[in-house]
């Protein structure tokens, strides 16, 4: 049967070219860049001063992007395993038909949640979102997990539960205006966190008016430009927290006016954080007392002030508690929502609704928390028991979509196992990934070269970058949101479009024209609904749109940036005029639409499209009626009271090490590179990095070969001897378990250490489902 598509997937881009504006998608920075390409290959890259945030930064991983593009595992053709294990190359049409047929399946004689999505990873190539979620919406499953989801959720909820904050708003440090900046597990100086950090760190180091306090056991590139460094014992951070909190409590360095103007149950904390024995917490964190004292002081009497955080907390213990516990500070400082304080960011779309209800999962106490989506997203580490469940709805089929749980979701071996058990994985992917390599069926996704692509992470200012392909896809590659759009079809949730949509369609970007074609996608949307919910009726509209509006646009994937592009002009219309003081004069949101709308499409280096509101950000934000924000909630109390009684992770004799597993170093990109050959030439990338006395008391030397055991498995690892890691402390490069063809013998090779091997999926923060990745408790033996 021949499947029902909209784009053939050639985009006819010129083979050879030069100057063309692109993103890099290694990391969440996304700079821009410009490209030249010769035979259809990416030859030269330079950054682009013409991008409105990264204003011509990038760092050296940006030269590698060709070879995320071209490398010996590219998947040119959809392909099915055989009962042998082996992959035979079949038709688009063929693999539409039967995976459409299996999930129907499933779905029909299960339940629609035994279908689950797993994805979005990946670092700027985000328009699979934009067909995927429309497409789980129509299946009507609420199982959509993220790496997101495990990184990032505990601050969602966080926002969630004191100000009714949204699932497109984000809190982040303003470095660029504080005077004061707190720095907590994270490097930004190699990660390349938050706008710009590098210009902003450089800026607040020669300035001797402004301080900064770094927060990690590890003396690194960023730790460097501090003004003090508090070598904090790993995994500790909570009670350093609370003892910063003690200090301003029992110090009177609280901002009395803004806790009693914006929020409500202060009284309540500041009777805990009384009750903390800031020696106590200190010793507990391997600090100085005096040091954690001058720290608050400073925090407490410099205004403005700014906590910056990042992986090095969010996959450690406690670590909703921490976020939770960063957003008090702030609040007590008066520093929350405010200009060089901590400031929210939000998603270039549409100002979303509270999502007041969530899922919960079936087998563990996991809720779904909407964060970054219009959908709420559950952790991965509770997948395998998701599918390993007794329960009659537990998953049987996963669609994986830009994420390689195999290499980089906590606890391989339970994945494995499994994935051994589902009735259907489907993967889309541009590589033969690890779990690729498990599939039921490799659906050959393009590059974000080779489509039109755009990401989501937030910025200093609100700057959509949508870019344009630049080279021509390999083989038969297509783009996720056709992908989605004939499964759709194929699965029957959504039928052709008619011709009189067709019709308006071409009207549709003619502001006078908008709401008629707008009200007839919805209406012929729901009138031909056959299912029942909301979520039918929003998937089939979005197909619809991607049908009718995106034929007329240079590529369908735009009818979703245009949806987009709407939600944004019609609710956030005082962000565009604080950046284009001349749209003010456009009074039909409509025209406005179309007046950005046409900006995005003439600007593919990206473009200004927004100024946040930084004066009184957080009220712009707060969804509570009296604008008020809550600081006191049971649990957690409860939580801290525990925690504040005595250290409830003390060492364990056995598994002596707390090991960093997945740290971010200049040549490290998650999983989105496959060859190894662009590290080449440099040092051996991928070993365990190990204090002098560490690596002494073992008697290893560089080099040598150890065996790390955590009480879940072993790897080994080259030793480096590393005179800025702390003792008891040990680090791993973020470089996955990734296995490459050996260029002579063609045999699969390891290429990182599998680290998620070592990872227990149960040692996880309790509210939310993130995993410990950053403090992997173990042992380590000389290999002979
Ligand atoms: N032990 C340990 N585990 C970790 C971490 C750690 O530090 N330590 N870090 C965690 C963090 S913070 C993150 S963000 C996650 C990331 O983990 P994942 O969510 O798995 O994301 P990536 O590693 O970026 O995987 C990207 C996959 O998408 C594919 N891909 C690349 N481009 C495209 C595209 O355009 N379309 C499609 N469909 N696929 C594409 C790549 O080939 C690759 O297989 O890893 C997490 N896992
Ligand atoms: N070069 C490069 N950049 C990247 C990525 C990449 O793969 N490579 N990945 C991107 C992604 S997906 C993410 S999520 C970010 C992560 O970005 P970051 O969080 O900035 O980077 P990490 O190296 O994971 O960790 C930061 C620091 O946490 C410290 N740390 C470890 N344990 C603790 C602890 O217990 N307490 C404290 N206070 N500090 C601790 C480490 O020593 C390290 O210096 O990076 C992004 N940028
Ligand atoms: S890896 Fe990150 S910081 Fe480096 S060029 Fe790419 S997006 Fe920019
Ligand atoms: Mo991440």
């Known amino acids: ?90 038709s688009w ?46 299946i009507g499953t609420p199982m959509v997990f993220t790496a997101l989801a495990q990184e990032k959720t505990q601050h969602w909820l966080n926002d969630r539960r004191m100000i009714r904050g949204t699932n497109d708003i984000y809190l982040t440090a303003d470095k660029h205006h504080a005077k004061f900046m707190l720095l907590l597990g994270t490097n930004p100086h190699i990660s390349n966190q938050g706008a710009n950090p590098k210009e902003a760190l450089k800026q607040l180091f020669r300035d001797s008016e402004r301080r900064m306090v770094a927060v990690d056991p590890r003396i690194t590139e960023t730790t460097r430009l501090a003004d003090r460094h508090l070598r904090i014992k790993p995994a500790k951070d909570i009670y350093l927290l609370l003892a910063i909190a003690a200090v301003l409590v029992q110090e009177n360095l609280v901002d009395k006016p803004f806790i009693e103007q914006h929020s409500v149950d202060y009284q309540r904390l500041a009777q805990l954080f009384s009750t903390v024995n800031v020696a106590e917490m200190a010793q507990r964190c391997g600090l100085n007392e005096e040091d954690v004292r001058l720290t608050a ?19 450690s213990s406690h670590n909703t508690l921490t976020s939770y516990l960063v957003r008090v500070l702030l609040v007590m400082t008066g520093n929350y929502g405010r200009k060089g304080g901590n400031i929210f960011v939000q998603l270039f779309g549409p100002n979303m609704p509270y999502w007041s209800t969530m899922t919960k999962a079936l087998e563990s106490s996991i809720e779904s928390i909407p964060a970054l989506l219009p959908i709420p997203q559950l952790p991965p580490a509770i997948i395998p028991e998701e599918i390993l469940s007794q329960h009659p709805d537990r998953i049987r089929a996963l669609i994986c979509d830009g994420a390689n749980p195999i290499a980089s979701y906590p606890d391989t071996k339970r994945f494995k196992e499994a994935f051994a058990q589902l009735d259907l994985l489907v993967v889309i992917d541009p590589a033969m990934s690890e779990t690729a390599q498990m599939a039921d069926y490799v659906l050959p996704s393009c590059t974000g070269y080779e489509k039109w692509e755009f990401s989501i992470f937030p910025k200093d200012i609100i700057a959509p970058q949508v870019r344009p392909p630049v080279v021509n896809p390999i083989g038969e590659a297509l783009p996720e949101v056709e992908i989605y759009y004939r499964l759709a079809r194929a699965m029957g949730l959504v039928g052709a479009a008619p011709k009189f949509l067709h019709r308006l369609a071409k009207q549709a970007r003619k502001p006078l024209m908008t709401p008629a074609y707008l009200a007839a996608v919805n209406s012929y949307a729901l009138a031909s609904s056959k299912l029942q919910g909301v979520g039918s009726i929003v998937a089939r509209s979005a197909f619809l749109m991607y049908e009718t509006l995106g034929k007329t646009l240079p590529n369908p994937m735009l009818a979703y940036i245009w949806l987009l592009t709407l939600g944004y002009a019609t609710t956030r219309r005082d962000q565009v005029i604080r950046a284009l003081p001349e749209a003010k004069a456009m009074l039909n949101p409509f025209a406005l639409t179309e007046y950005l709308f046409a900006k995005i499409l003439a600007n593919p280096q990206g473009v200004l499209l927004g100024h946040y509101e930084i004066e009184h950000n957080f009220e712009y934000y707060s969804k509570h009626q009296d604008g008020k924000i809550r600081l006191y909630f049971a649990d957690y109390a409860e939580d801290l009271s525990r925690l504040i009684a005595q250290d409830v992770e003390p060492d364990e004799k056995d598994y002596p090490f707390v090991l960093n597993g997945g740290l971010r170093t200049g040549f490290t990109a998650n999983t989105i ?12 990338h991928a070993s365990l990095y190990m204090s002098e006395a560490d690596a002494a008391a073992l008697n290893a030397k560089e080099g040598d070969l150890v065996k790390i055991s955590s009480k879940r498995s072993s790897v080994i690892a080259p030793v480096k001897v590393d005179k800025n890691t702390l003792t008891g402390h040990l680090h791993l490069p973020n470089i996955l378990g990734q296995y490459y063809p050996d260029p002579v013998t063609g045999e699969l090779k390891a290429n990182g250490i599998a680290i998620n091997e070592l990872v227990d999926l149960t040692d996880r923060d309790p509210y939310t489902g993130c995993p410990h990745t950053k403090r992997i408790r173990c042992k380590v033996e000389l290999v002979n």
């Open 1 to 90: 049967m021949t499947a029902a598509q909209v784009f053939n997937g050639a985009v006819n881009v010129p083979t050879n070219a030069s100057n063309l504006a692109t993103a890099c998608a290694l990391c969440s920075h996304n700079c821009g860049l410009r490209v030249d390409v010769a035979d259809n290959k990416i030859v030269e890259v330079r950054a682009d001063d013409d991008h409105p945030s990264t204003k011509g930064y990038s760092c050296n991983k940006a030269y590698a992007i060709a070879n995320y593009v071209n490398h010996a595992q590219r998947v040119t053709q959809p392909l099915k395993k055989l009962a042998d294990g082996s992959f035979k190359a079949i």
């Open 93 to 138: 049409d063929t693999a539409i038909s039967e995976i459409a047929e299996k999930l129907n399946h499933i779905r029909k004689n299960h339940a629609p949640r035994s279908i689950a999505f797993a994805g979005l990873g990946g670092q700027g190539n985000h328009s699979s979102g934009l067909a995927a979620i429309p497409l789980m919406y129509g």
């Open 297 to 315: 002081r400073e925090f407490g009497q410099t205004k403005p002030a700014c906590i910056a955080l990042d992986l090095g907390i969010e996959h």
């Open 673 to 684: 590179m496959r060859d190894p050959s662009w590290r080449k030439g440099r040092a051996i």
